[in-house]
Structures are given as C-alpha cells and as structure tokens.
C-alpha cells in the first residue's frame, strides 16, 4: 500500500524561479494530479477559484486550495503596509495602495472595517482619502476586480499623499483591533505592543509584527486551514503540497511534529532543495498551456 506526503516547501515570492515552480505545481492540481495549497488565498471555494480564473482563464480550480484566514491574513496585512507607508518605503507603496483596493473589493475582514470607519468623524487627511477612495469603487461598482486595481494603478497619482495613507491605515487597523478584542484569548495578539509600533514601526516594535503577529500568530490560523486541506487530499489518496514564504516554513513543520493522518512529512526550505524527480514526467493538458499566466501584484503574499 502506497504511503502519500505532505509537502511543505519554502517559497520567496518575487523570485521568478519560484514563480515558475509555483505555477508548474498549479497545473498538476488543476488537473487533480496532486492537492495543492497556497499563500495569499483564503481556504474559500469561491475565492480560490476566482483565483484560478483570473491567473489561468480556468473555470475549474481542481485541487487548488487557499489556506489563509482572511482575517489573520489582512490584519497582518495592514499592519506591515502601515509599516511601508510610515517608513517612506516608496518600492512598496504602488503594490500596497492597489492592495487595499483590491481588498476593499475581495476581503469581508476589510469591508467590514471600512464600514464602521465611514460612520466615524476621522482625521482630517485620512478623511479625505477615505472619501476618494470610496467614490472610486462606487464609481467602479460594476466592473470586474481586475479592471478596477488596473484603473486604479493608472491614476494612483491622485490619491491621497503619504501621510494621508499613514493615517488611513492607522485608523484601519484600530478598526480591526476591535475584532481582535473578540478572539478568543488565546488568539489575541498583545494590542499594547501594537500600539507601540503604530506610534514608533521600527526595531523591536517592528520585529514583533514581523515574526509574531505575521508569522506565528498568522501560522495558527494557516495551520488549521492546512489540515482540512490535507483531509482531502487523504480521502483522494493524493500527495499535498504546502507551498509558503520560508519565513514559515520552521514553524508550520514544527505544527505538523506529530505524523497527520499517516501523511509523511517532507520539508524544502527552498525550491531548489526539492528533488529534480519530484515532478513526473507527464505531458500537461493542451488547455492549460493556453496562457503563460504572470499573477497580477495585487495577487503577491508576503
């Protein structure tokens, strides 16, 4: 009797090689050769396949899953992009600006926290910026997602300057850490070393949203979903393969310590560790080399 894996392997997600392994790996799931998980997704139907659909043209997600929580996900989110914006890193501004609108559309943790900010007097500058932001979608309530970020990328210009952003995020995350105060305790980060950060994002400050909000705290939520995404794979009597930023890798391995459903436990700390057998040798169907997808940026994880 055959014994089937689980795969964790190390991702560095602007890296085109692993970009490349990444999508290699999709294919074999659109077509149900192996059970794949990937970051950046919420463990959601719909949103998993309209990820496919905007990646790959597919109607059909096969065994492609998302394991985020959409909440853990965008918290995170938000509290490095306040990170960007508050530290001048203008390499990251373009890429997070067309993430919260693509959020605004895509994530209910955001909308619902954007709703709340409109019934609220805000500061001056993130006022401002709310309001234009807010007229865009509305402008733009009947178009598809994609078209929406692309329009929105094309006159970034006029939204808000940096400040203005600093301030907005500020006030969205205070939003969402209302909904944190409702997790249970035993999944409440510690919103006092938050609100040191939000007033001073470097150093230690900064370290702690890195590796203990986005990573190990994050990781519970990944962690959870990763399992329900290896029962499928168990009851189809299929590999599963983890694909995530390698600044998770140790501690989602270490999750997995005890053996999971007879599943054998294999870890990558990167992609070019992974056995050059690891793929078969099969001929991918002639529908999936139809496009040589390049994931929008609004799309890219941390």
């Not at 009797?1 to 392997?9: A, D, P």
């Not at 096969?62 to 390499?91: C, I, P, T």
């Not at 007097?121 to 234009?132: A, E, G, K, R, V």
């Amino acid at each position: 009797m055959r014994s089937f894996n689980l795969f964790i392997i190390g991702m560095r997600h602007h890296e085109p090689k692993d970009r490349k392994f990444q999508e290699k790996l999709l294919r074999k799931a659109i077509q149900g050769e192996i059970v794949v998980g990937i970051e950046g997704i919420p463990r959601d139907d719909a949103k998993e396949q309209g990820f496919v659909r905007a990646v790959y043209g597919l109607e059909t997600k096969g065994l492609v899953f998302g394991f985020e929580d959409d909440f853990a996900n965008k918290y995170s989110g938000a509290l490095l992009h306040y990170g960007y914006f508050a530290n001048d890193m203008k390499q990251e501004f373009l890429t997070t600006k067309a993430q919260l609108i693509y959020d605004l559309r895509e994530s209910p943790s955001i909308q619902r926290s954007w709703q709340t900010m409109g019934q609220k007097t805000l500061p001056h500058q993130s006022h401002q910026l709310y309001d234009q932001l807010t007229r865009f979608l509305s402008d733009h309530e009947a178009v598809d997602t994609k078209t929406v970020v692309n329009r929105f990328a094309d006159s970034i210009g006029r939204f808000g300057e940096r400040m203005a952003w600093v301030e907005l995020y500020r006030v969205l995350i205070d939003e969402m850490n209302e909904e944190v105060k409702r997790l249970p305790e035993e999944l409440r980060v510690d919103l006092g070393q938050v609100a040191s950060y939000l007033n001073e994002p470097t150093g230690v400050r900064a370290d702690y949203v890195v590796f203990e909000i986005n990573n190990r705290w994050r990781n519970q939520f990944i962690f959870k979903n990763m399992k329900e995404i290896a029962d499928v794979a168990v009851a189809k009597g299929l590999d599963v393969c983890f694909l995530i930023g390698a600044g998770h890798v140790q501690d989602i391995s270490a999750m997995f310590d005890v053996p999971y459903r007879g599943l054998i436990k294999r870890v990558y700390y990167r992609t070019e560790l992974v056995p050059k057998d690891f793929f078969p040798c099969r001929k991918i169907a002639p529908e999936l080399l139809l496009r040589s997808p390049k994931p929008p940026a609004h799309l890219l994880t941390m």
